[in-house]
């Protein structure tokens, strides 16, 4: 019996041995084999559709910030797949790592996913971006994409780019939806109209947040003019038990209607039990709230990954800040829970969002708010503390994600209070 | 059959005897039945649950954790980090002060390298930062060490809780000073400091990105060992470890013992945060120390302060931590399920320690 467990050892040291020994022969074949692929890349780029089957070696890899527990990287996952049908490539060809943190955990992915030899990685937290443009100077043939960041375009770089969506459109339309059921709980008497009051689940203060329910905001105003909003900051992208007790004491302090930039159904559970309307962020949320989930604003990121991983396949360059909404399908709002949603909301959102597409509306149109009771345009002449703004501000309206694929809306304007700031 | 634990009845065929002294050859073997059994009650876990052959498993795991020369180097650099803490935290363990508050004193130690570098990056050259750097981050730590040692000299507070509490401060101040450095504002992230400048990081050595890290750890082993050894202060503190009345009897300042052996254990944990900052992240966030502070105690436990024994196990749950990466990337399973292999690797490693420590003899009628 000793004897056999001996050797059983015995052989598993070998294993260690042996597989230690070609694990670093095969390291050094990997970049020396990158440089061909490149070449296999633009043999077949005239055939695009013929894409999957000549370009077996074409690898994708991508670092998440969580895993499919969680609704942002939820939302991005799905967009991986659906790109991986689209183009029809094979498991073997997508390298995914999950849970990966904001530190040089993530710089170690990344070199490991190139190592592997990717020919296209994404990131997709806001805090990976430094590791990203570390990694990026060091590899310069692979192409590497940055979601949420802002650093792309001045990196000096030419091989790493900035993605994000418009999901403010989005927003906007969530935005009228949650405004016609204000509309309607005030005309069948449960709310009168001054208490229209909308509480906001934030993550953390800055621009991405601030964009997103300022334009939820303005697009519940464009249907319920009396509303008003509060924002709690929860200081944490997802923390179920944070956004639960944050929906709840909003809730508490008067506010008829929820709505979140935070990744969990937290506050969801919250409004399910205290029987609150919720507009939710990222997935459908009525399996947690068949009856107060009217909506989530959702980002379609599969339709950048399809372009990018094509583009790059097919040799070609990707812009350094890309960001697309209804116009391209990137962004959405999910089913109308049509038990609760009011009369008329289906057409409505469809005339709104055709109004976005088409360009005749505008989410930001600097007619519809006021900062300190003026318009931005006074403020930028009179204050030089809004001078900045003059790049984004034009044509009456602020030019959200144009410069930037980042959102950089981050106006406190009038009718909404901000409960905690720092 | 009738088994009993040295039970007084005839009938025992069975029993156990209390080794009086293991050869090394044995309880190194014992330690790897304990792995390879280990590994074998996985096998079976794995099969029903994912239906994948574990052999296959088993190669990823090693495959993420030294499969080329970058996985390597990233295994050794913590390895490197988790065992340093661990040697930080032996003096305290060795005068039985249980000290749980490493994790802060690393965030403590991270906190004053990054204030460091922001601050003192454009006025000093870089060796003469980094001097700065060691020498705040190992005050900072020590501070940390020596707040809850003076209360437990001189009040007799419970340690245990006292630093266990400290962490949680240490952790508010990281959380306070990231707000205040963040870069975007409002982001809650640092970001690498000083990525064009490379201030305060540590410059490769003989071409190695981490050689100075090898060798600042293997410095603070040796002396902390030679320390611990053959000096005097390392007479007293194993004198105070295994009786604080016998320590007092021969007229050791038992107050005075407890209160540099912390300082000496925080100041080094301090370090072990520089490490961390400088030498590998360069950043710093909540996150910064990462359990780390928590999982070195099981090192310095498992491995009875033996420093070798310390490379192998601090090795060891390295090695099975970056080989999860990679099965959970390779097979779309969970972290969660490599964490169980672990958690079997180590219930087998702990609990092989009763066959080092008694011996299993069969009586023949």
């Known amino acids: 019996m000793k004897k056999k467990i001996l050797s059983v050892g015995l052989i598993f040291i070998l294993m260690v041995i042996t597989l230690a020994g070609c694990g670093t022969s095969t390291s050094t074949s990997d970049s020396s084999t990158s440089d061909s692929s490149e070449t296999t890349k633009s043999d077949v780029a005239d055939n695009s559709s ?55 955990t993530c710089y170690d992915a990344i070199v490991d996913l190139a190592e592997q030899g990717c020919d296209i990685i994404f990131t997709t937290s806001f805090g990976h971006e430094d590791y990203t443009i570390q990694a990026a100077s060091e590899y310069p043939d692979i192409q590497f994409a940055h979601a949420t960041g802002y650093q792309a375009a001045a990196s000096g770089l030419d091989n790493i780019c900035n993605y994000f969506t418009d999901v403010y459109e989005a927003r906007y339309v969530a935005g009228v939806v949650a405004g016609l059921k204000l509309n309607e709980m005030i005309a069948d008497g449960i709310i009168t109209e001054d208490e229209c009051k909308i509480g906001y689940i934030g993550a953390y203060p800055y621009a991405e947040v601030v964009s997103g329910y300022t334009a939820f905001f303005l697009g519940v105003r464009s249907v319920c003019e009396t509303a008003t909003m509060e924002v709690q900051y929860t200081n944490s992208w997802a923390d179920m038990t944070l956004e639960k ?164 809306f981050d106006l406190r304007i009038d009718g909404i209070t901000e409960l905690t700031t720092d | 059959m009738n088994i009993r ?72 650099k913590d390895i490197l980090i988790l065992f340093i803490i661990s040697v930080g935290l032996v003096p305290a363990y060795k005068m039985k002060f249980w000290n749980i508050g490493a994790e802060g004193q690393i965030l403590m130690g991270g906190v004053a390298t990054a204030a460091a570098m922001i601050y003192y990056g454009d ?59 963040e870069k975007p504002k409002g982001s809650n992230t640092v970001g690498i400091i000083n990525s064009a400048t490379k201030q305060g990081w540590f410059p490769p050595i003989f071409n190695l990105t981490y050689g100075m890290n090898i060798i600042l750890v293997l410095i603070i082993t040796i002396l902390v060992f030679i320390y611990l050894k053959y000096t005097k202060h390392g007479y007293e503190i194993a004198v105070v470890g295994s009786s604080i009345n016998t320590a007092k009897y021969i007229n050791i300042n038992v107050k005075k013992v407890i209160i540099r052996t912390m300082a000496l254990s925080g100041a080094i944990c301090g370090l072990a945060g520089s490490i961390i900052v400088s030498g590998a992240s360069h950043t710093i966030s909540t996150a910064t120390a990462g359990g780390r502070g928590f999982t070195a105690i099981i090192v310095a436990w498992m491995s009875k ?44 490693l702990i609990g092989c320690e009763f066959f080092i420590n008694y011996e299993i003899k069969l009586k023949k009628d």
């Open chain 1, 50 to 104: 013929e894409v999957s089957d000549s370009s077996n070696d074409f690898k994708v890899g991508v670092v998440y910030i969580g895993d499919e527990n969680e609704g942002y990287t939820e939302a991005h996952m799905k967009g991986i797949d659906s790109m991986q049908e689209a183009l029809g490539l094979s498991d073997e060809q997508i390298i995914e790592k999950t849970n990966i943190p904001e530190n040089e």
């Open chain 2, 5 to 76: 634990i040295n039970g007084k009845r005839k009938k025992n065929y069975i029993y156990l005897k209390k080794r009086d002294q293991i050869s090394m050859k044995k309880s190194i073997g014992i330690r790897i039945i304990a792995i390879i059994m280990a590994l074998i009650f996985c096998a079976l876990i794995i099969i029903p649950i994912t239906h994948l052959n574990p052999l296959q498993i088993y190669l990823e795991i090693i495959n993420g954790a030294i499969g080329n020369k970058r996985r390597i180097w990233v295994t050794i």
């Open chain 2, 305 to 348: 302060f033996h420093p070798v024994a310390m490379i192998f196990v601090s090795g060891l749950l390295i090695f099975m931590e970056k080989g999860s990466i990679q099965i959970a990337s390779l097979y779309g399973l969970n972290e969660n399920a490599s964490d169980i292999i672990t958690g079997i690797i180590i219930f087998f």
């Open chain 1, 245 to 408: 007790e944050t929906a709840e004491a909003l809730i508490a302090d008067g506010c008829v209607l929820i709505s979140q930039h935070a990744d969990t159904t937290g506050g969801a559970t919250a409004c399910e039990a205290n029987g609150v309307p919720i507009v939710g962020y990222n997935v459908d949320m009525t399996s947690v709230a068949p009856n107060t989930a009217l909506t989530s604003a959702a980002n379609n990121w599969g339709v950048y990954y399809t372009y990018a991983v094509k583009t790059v396949m097919e040799g070609g360059k990707l812009p350094a800040d890309w960001s697309e909404g209804f116009a391209e399908g990137a962004v959405s709002i999910t089913e109308l829970n049509e038990n609760i949603v009011p009369e008329g909301t289906a057409e409505k959102v469809a005339e709104v969002e055709e109004a976005i597409k088409s360009g005749e509306l505008h989410v930001f149109d600097t007619s519809t708010f006021t900062i300190n009771g003026s318009s931005i345009e006074d403020l930028m002449e009179t204050d030089e503390n809004y001078a900045k703004y003059k790049e984004y501000v034009f044509d009456g309206y602020f030019h959200e994600s144009e410069l930037k694929s980042a959102p950089s």
């Open chain 2, 123 to 181: 006025y000093f050259p870089n060796w003469l930062l980094l001097v700065i750097i060691f020498i705040v981050s190992s005050i900072a730590g020590m501070i940390w060490g020596v707040i809850p040692a003076i209360f437990k000299a001189y009040f007799n507070t419970n340690e245990t809780l006292f630093t266990l509490m400290m962490n949680y401060i240490a952790i508010q101040i990281v959380a306070f000073c990231v707000i205040f450095w």
